[in-house]
């Protein structure tokens, strides 16, 4: 129970931040992160997960104010995502510690093929919803499933490979964590009230990318 309790919050309140970035200010919005939350839950702590993952997936929707039965087509496609990309770590023998120098292309791998599932099963909801303008135009699905591929990309492996031994190693070298948490903070703070010029957005958005490869 504490765990279905701790995958629904994190998927949440991941879900709900990332899309209230623009009601505080942001110029930049985040990937869809609760994707990431997910497909941890599913891989660490089993099948069993589902539940909290349909629960969150619905819950944030519902908070945008979405149709009933789009807000469950949501919860569903990222629940059969995350379970279809954990499905395929396993199958095809992943590593979570990522020692292999395989582990990382298949990780992608599986993350772009499951998450699939997340637009077609949430766009079937908006259409059952009689939301037809939703699912028109094929670049909504594939930024979707894009934001929610990226979403894995960017927090699954911190999830996935976290123990004692991978904290003990970053608490080693503190001076370095320090540095890449003041880049973190000095990021964040613009992407929330710095960038109103449209010019500053690309080197910023590399900048963030940058601490994400440095953190990874």
């Known amino acids: 129970m504490l765990r279905l309790l701790l995958a629904f919050a994190a998927i949440f309140a991941t879900g709900v931040l990332g899309f209230a970035l623009t009601s505080l200010g942001a110029h930049l919005s985040l990937p869809l992160l ?8 599913m891989y660490r702590w089993g099948r069993q997960m589902w539940p909290a993952v349909l629960a969150a997936g619905f819950a944030i929707d519902m908070s945008t104010h979405q149709p009933l039965i789009a807000a469950i087509g949501v919860g569903a496609g990222l629940t059969g995502g995350a379970a279809l990309t954990a499905s395929i770590l396993e199958w095809r023998g992943f590593d979570p510690s990522f020692s292999r120098a ?3 292309p298949l990780f992608i791998f599986a993350a772009a093929v499951g998450m699939t599932l997340a637009p077609t099963v949430g766009y079937l909801g908006f259409y059952l919803a009689d939301a037809k303008a939703e699912v028109g135009n094929p670049i909504n699905w594939m930024r ?7 979403g894995v990309i960017l927090v699954g492996p911190i999830l996935v490979a976290s123990s004692r031994r991978s904290l003990a190693q970053f608490i ?4 370095s964590g320090a540095l890449w948490m003041l880049g973190v903070a ?3 703070y613009a992407i929330l009230g710095v960038s109103n010029d449209p010019l500053s957005r690309p080197p910023l958005a590399l900048f963030a990318i940058l601490l994400v490869v440095v953190g990874a």
């Open 102 to 104: 395989r582990d990382v």
């Open 186 to 188: 000095i990021c964040g």
């Open 144 to 150: 979707w499933w894009i934001n929610t591929a990226a």
């Open 172 to 175: 080693g070298h503190w001076k």
């Open 34 to 41: 609760p994707s990431g939350f997910a497909v941890a839950a």
